[in-house]
Nanobody, 122 residues
Framework: QVQLVESGGGLVQAGGSLRLSCAAS????????MGWFRQTPGKEREFVAA????????YNGDSVKGRFTISRDGAKNTVYLQMNSLKPEDTADYYC???????????????WGQGTQVTVST
């Protein structure tokens, strides 16, 4: 059973930056692809970015390409999401997730964190 704990959310002005962290425990971190998703009330969970377990492949959602960067640190069992040039439409709850297979669909992910809130003001 993998436990995921996100941190780093908060309030930031448009154009600013935040870095989200997701600490994993209870499993073999290197076995899992890791993803970030986000969700706002009344909307489906949206894919943000994902990184493979071994070969460094990265997928990015269209709305964040060129602004957000996913990375992982095996020594710390942690995945990060560096968010730059933030926009008000990036406001959402951000979730970290783990999956055996790299993918962009939330249904592919087996383990989820509790989420961290990001608010981007104008």
């Amino acid at each position: 059973q993998v436990q995921l704990v996100e941190s780093g959310g908060g309030l930031v002005q448009a154009g600013g930056s935040l870095r989200l962290s997701c600490a994993a425990s209870g499993g073999t971190f290197s076995s899992y692809a890791m993803g970030w998703f986000r969700q706002t009330p009344g909307k489906e969970r949206e894919f943000v970015a994902a990184i493979s377990s071994t070969d460094g492949r990265i997928y990015n959602g269209d709305s964040v390409k060129g602004r957000f960067t996913i990375s992982r640190d095996g020594a710390k069992n942690t995945v990060y999401l560096q968010m730059n040039s933030l926009k008000p439409e990036d406001t959402a709850d951000y979730y970290c997730a783990a999956s055996i297979l790299l993918g962009t669909e939330h249904s592919q992910y087996d383990y989820w964190g509790q989420g961290t809130q990001v608010t981007v003001s104008t």
